[in-house]
């Protein structure tokens, strides 16, 4: 059977948040694979734990992925700090992949930045990597790749809690796994009163909600106290960030300074975006569309600007409507990094520093122990793509890693495996509920 298939019937997706099939990499024909152990996202360690403790499965799946795409080479990109992860892989490593050793910067796991690190190719404007011959897995996908070669089906996901919980770790944990369950795992929280930014303070969301559960693309859990900084500051109704942000801007252009695709030498230039945001009443037409080209980083929103204004969140609103409106942007300048750009990276210590997490910034250390959970509610739509269809009724018993949703006929989508044994209790359009 061919890798693609094998990675098909196991439903493995990307790991490191954006969930696109892997399946779909794995039959393209290309230079270059790279393995994204790069991880940046504050206080998130769970790749770092990986790599320490799996090496041998991560490099399988890269050697797999370079064989079926016919690529000439590998890299493995990783922070240079991370000794012990560099120590682990370097002795799994084969010569046909290098080791790309990366600074402590944010956002040092954007596929662009890694690619440009790696190979010194930039992807063209509104690009994707297959565009320049490469394709890029994080490493927890290629640790899946690897046990999909083995028939072992996704069922659980790698994830990282920390914060204000009383044992920050790394450990797998079921899909469709409560963040309740999740944060008693880990001893509870120090607090009574708390917010979960799932999937990292930059790139992630704010959660109040303890019933939601853990996806294939969950990174990990950040709980914060209520009066943190961080949650008053993404904890607000939508129309104030943009509200305060039409009266208050200065233009001072600090979010462009920052940007991370800006300094690339990508047309994207969000304090423009921001210009845009006084004429926004007027339809999506008038949208700076520059933001078409902003990969939500989060810099220019929590880093760069100096009134606290959410220039990354009117990236998105002008991304989204621009989107409804079928309007593209086309870049008009070549791609050319920006003279200045090593100057301007933002190292991870000052990222913390300047979010008010240094109290938090603490190992996470990778804990092999079983967590036990009754029951699973496993979403059907946990990928780019289509939702996955339910192949089991309720009331049916089933078996932990039996398929129990498939990709809908000639559709981009997953298979969905069962994560526990046990009887089907609802069956809906958007989630399969199990108990055990
Ligand atoms: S950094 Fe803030 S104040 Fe300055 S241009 Fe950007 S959004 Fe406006
Ligand atoms: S979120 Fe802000 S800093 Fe990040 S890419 Fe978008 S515009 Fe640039």
């Not at 954006?18 to 990499?25: E, L, M, N, R, Y």
């Not at 690339?264 to 009443?281: A, D, I, N, W």
């Not at 804990?367 to 699973?376: A, D, H, L, M």
């Not at 009724?393 to 981009?412: F, M, N, S, T």
Request: proline share 5%; charged share 25%.
């Amino acid at each position: 059977m061919l890798l693609s298939e094998k990675i098909n019937n196991a439903g493995v997706v990307g790991a490191g948040g954006a969930g696109f099939p892997a399946h779909v990499k794995a039959k393209s024909k290309v230079e270059f694979v790279l393995a994204n152990g790069a991880e940046c996202e504050p206080l998130i360690h769970k790749d770092y734990e990986l790599m320490v403790h799996f090496p041998k499965e991560i490099v399988n799946g890269l050697e797999l992925l370079i064989e079926s795409t016919s690529a000439k080479k590998g890299f493995f990109g990783v922070k240079e700090k991370n000794v012990k992860a560099i120590s682990a892989i370097s002795s799994s490593l084969t010569g046909k992949i290098e080791l790309t050793r990366l600074g402590d910067f944010y956002p040092s796991g954007d596929e662009f930045e890694l690619i440009y690190e790696a190979t010194g190719r930039l992807i063209p404007s509104a690009g994707i990597p297959l565009d320049i011959g490469c394709v890029v897995n994080n490493v927890e996908t290629l640790y899946n790749i690897s046990q999909s070669e083995k028939d072992i089906p996704v069922t659980k996901k790698f994830i990282c809690v920390a914060g204000v919980v009383k044992k920050p770790a790394s450990f797998f944990v079921p899909i469709g796994t409560s963040f309740k369950d999740v944060i008693e795992f880990v001893g509870g929280t120090k607090v009574k009163d708390y917010g979960i930014f799932v999937g990292g303070v930059m790139m992630g969301y704010l959660t109040f909600g303890l019933n939601e559960v853990v996806t294939k693309t969950t990174a990990g859990l950040i709980v914060l106290p209520m009066d943190h900084y961080l949650i008053k500051r993404k904890n607000q109704p939508e129309q104030n960030w943009h509200r305060i942000g039409k009266s208050a801007c200065d233009q001072c252009s600090y979010c462009t300074e920052f940007c991370p695709r800006y300094l690339l030498g990508y047309q994207v230039e969000p304090h423009k975006v921001m210009r845009s945001l006084g004429f926004t009443k007027t339809g999506s037409a008038v949208w700076n569309q520059m933001a078409e080209l902003c990969c939500s980083c989060g810099l220019c929103t929590l880093y760069a600007c100096p009134e606290d204004l959410y220039p990354k969140e009117a990236c998105d609103k002008a991304k989204t409507e621009m989107r409804q409106a079928g309007i593209k942007f086309v870049q008009q300048k070549p791609v050319k990094v920006h003279p200045i750009k090593e100057g301007r990276r933002v190292p991870l210590k000052q990222l913390i520093m300047k979010l008010k997490l240094q109290d938090y910034d603490a190992e996470a250390p990778f804990n092999p122990k079983e967590i036990s959970v009754g029951k699973v509610k496993i979403p059907l739509q946990q990928h780019i793509g289509k939702a996955s269809e339910a192949t089991v009724k309720k009331g049916e018993a089933v078996e932990e890693r039996q398929v129990i949703a498939k990709i809908p006929d000639g559709e981009l989508g997953a298979n969905i495996h069962a994560s526990i044994s046990g009887k089907v209790k609802e069956v809906t359009k958007e989630f399969i509920l199990i108990e055990s």
